[in-house]
């Protein structure tokens, strides 16, 4: 027994890919292990960590709770995508300066759920952005920095 | 020329990788030609494995190795770090749920889950022991196979090991005011975000693990001894772990992987789901008995202390945590007599390890509820009450032990100053404060090398593990200021034992201390070899020329930049200076735990919050966590890693749990069931306060940081909910219903006026 595949298009941080996917792969396999985007991180597999927070289209979603066939046609931002050649983006910029970085390993995640929030609120408040990131968790707990580190990313960008 | 990098809040080294996606941890690695492998567990903790059936297995395209007990070699291979106590596989019987009976290794993920699910394994389940109760009943079946604890007068009981201390003597010791309880601790899991990976390749040459450890040496010496290879055919490669906390301190599956690595040829690599992992390690649960006597002014006259610590199905670290933690289970307060023992308990439940704090918490959690209790029945102030007992700095506050290294009255009183001790509250508030201490190490070994390479940069080789506590960045600070070179030209490279020197380990809040000691007489080491080579260069002696931060000072005042002199001590051929720092600490046998502790830990913690009378549910308006460092090497690395000790502490005060079935299965498992704390669960306000008084064994007067701020959030926080709300609480967690059940079945004679 194969397992059953599906051709999928995806346009990932602006390259399109046309892949061959199994049916039950979920995108973040895909990004992961097809695209080698390891940026995207997996821990719960089970969308109660964030950790493989994406963009897809206007959405922020758990790539674990995405098949890969439902992304088909769709626009992906990841990680690897939110800067450019030059620049940081400045939520990651902010999240360097204030020292909200420890291990790092729900920070691409992170950075993922803070860059959509400011995109929809260009001047949360601090409740605002527990809220909105409270489906990220970091262990090493580093909340405090990493609300300071959204604040000063909306500052930046108004 | 640089100055002054110590001391300042330098950002971290790697964030930039961290912040884009691109540092790769293990389960990010690829490797050619790897085989996945795949794990098959049992739906209980205890069986009788009568057979196992992997043909159905074998017919699943890809499938390249099945792996049970019979694959393996007979007597099972066993390792540890301690005891060589844990099969590769589960042979006859599996001691805890999650424990394998078999692994398939497939070309592809899905082939090796498919054949996993495929394995048929007949088994009969057979009754487990989960809990202290049951661990401690004579009549419980044996955890242990008494065969395999030769010459072990406990071998026929569930008890590992006993530790006992005393001083004075608590039969004589007379007191105004007796005060004994039963205080517990729940078992938690670390839950660092990275789940556990690993990868064995080997060939004719050795094997080489890549594996999300915290101590690559110690995995080392492991692998080398269960294989038997020699050390240096063990080459172990760790990337920066993405959270550790302990739980990554000690082999797991690697020995598995090796095997079956050599039997296909081929690299084989296990990414454990974080279902896995919860299964994988966690922290002794405890319940700790405590008898206190108290003059009537409130002055400690005896501790008499009994504690079981569940540890689980193997050792692992867990003989340690115990021992070490309950030398220090009478705080850091003058206890004129006091009785100890700690008992190391085996049970059919996942192995503990080391977790921050290492055993420390579940003796604070009573012993500070211990304080509250006597000072509500003395009618004393919980803050006086502490004062009145702690040890002044360089007292003896356990005979024969290490003095109290830090002036402790200052961190309380700044922690209380913070939280406006004494000032009235708000109706339905209440504070607590609660101090912990925590022994460093008391033996170890950190080496390092120093490249001082022909352009004046550095290589920095250590054995140190930077898992989100930031040892490269704060290596690199004394790297750059010891030699005068800017940080971007320091490159401190970890993680692989075929590159860098022997480190211990990165555990107990050491690495500042002995790495940082390391590197500090690596770095006076080059400065001799350039005052060696500047002296020959200008025919003088090499005591006459001074190195201070990169400039060298010659005899009559000219002044040149250490790179200067280096390339013209090397001359056309070129080169570079290479000089070994080394910091031992030699283990003490005489000792009760093996040597004195380097450092205590020192934390005070004090909260203010809000109970809600209908719910149960705690509100924390402040949270002061006060550490006593010593000198804040880089202030901003202490705040960050005391912060998240704090959070981490809330997490097991107020809602953490692993709640186990009758199976021991445990019934929470993932991260929809086991709640850690998220940005709501966050104090309305944290501040972290440091104290530094350059009083630390380490570098620059530093002490070790990390674990602190976690040791005392339990009983702070409990302290608070007694405060507002009368009730006492002696277990934990403080979920809402527990709270609730107690406000509403309040005994009056347990609360305060």
Known sequence: ?158 | MTTGNVGRPAGRIGGLDRVTGRQRYVADLRLDDALHVKLVTLPCARARIVDIDTSKAWEVPGVRTIFTAADLPDPMPRYGVHYDDRPVLAVGETKFHGEPVAAVAADTLDAAQRAAALVQVQYEELPPVLDVRAALDPAAPLVVDPVLRPDDPLASTNIRREFRYAWGDVDTATADLVIENTYTFPMVTHFAIEPHGFVVAADESGVTVWSSIQHPYILQRVMARVLGLPLSRVRVIAPDPGGAFGGKGYPKFEPLLAYMAMATGRPCRLVLTLEETFQAVRRNNAEVRIRTGFDSDGTIRFQDIEADFLMGAYVDISARVISKSSHLAAGPYRVPNARILARALHSHTPPSTAMRGFGTPQFSWALEQQMDEAARRLDMDRLEIRLRNLARKGEEFIPGDTPADGDWFESVRRAADAIGWGEPLPDGRGRGLAVGIKSSATAGAAYSILRFLYDGSVFVLVGTSDMGQGARTILTQIVSDELGVPPEAVNVVMGDTAAAPFDYSTSASRSTVFMGGSVMRGCAELKDQVREMAARLRGCEPEEIEIDRGVVTFPGGEQKGIVEVVQEGLGAVGGELIAVGLMRGEADPNHPIGGRPWFYEFNCTAVELEVDRRTGEVLIHKHVTVADVGKAINPQHVESQDEGAAIMGLGHTLMEHLVLDEHGRIVNLGALDYRIPTTKDMPLELESIIVENGDGPGPHGAKGVGEGGLLCVAAAVASAVTDATGVVIRDLPLTPERIWRAINEVTPSEVSP
């Open chain 1, 1 to 158: 027994m194969t397992p059953q595949t599906m051709n999928i298009t995806l346009v990932v941080n602006g390259q399109h890919h046309s892949l061959d996917v199994a049916v039950h792969h979920s995108l973040l396999d895909v990004l992961r292990n097809d695209l080698d985007l390891t940026g995207t991180k997996e821990c719960c597999a089970e969308g109660e960590c964030g950790a493989c927070t994406v963009r897809m289209d206007e959405k922020a979603v758990n790539a674990c709770l995405v098949l890969a066939v439902e992304a088909d046609g769709r626009d992906i931002t990841t990680i690897e995508g939110l800067a450019t050649e030059d620049h940081l983006s400045p939520v990651q910029q902010a999240f360097l300066e204030e020292g909200a970085v420890q291990c790092g390993f729900c920070i691409p995640g992170m950075v993922m759920s803070a860059a959509y929030l400011l995109e929809h609120n260009d001047a949360p408040t601090e409740e605002e952005i527990r809220e909105a990131l409270s489906g990220n968790l970091c262990r090493c707990a580093g909340y405090k920095r990493i609300v300071r580190a959204v604040q000063r990313a909306a500052e930046a960008g108004r």
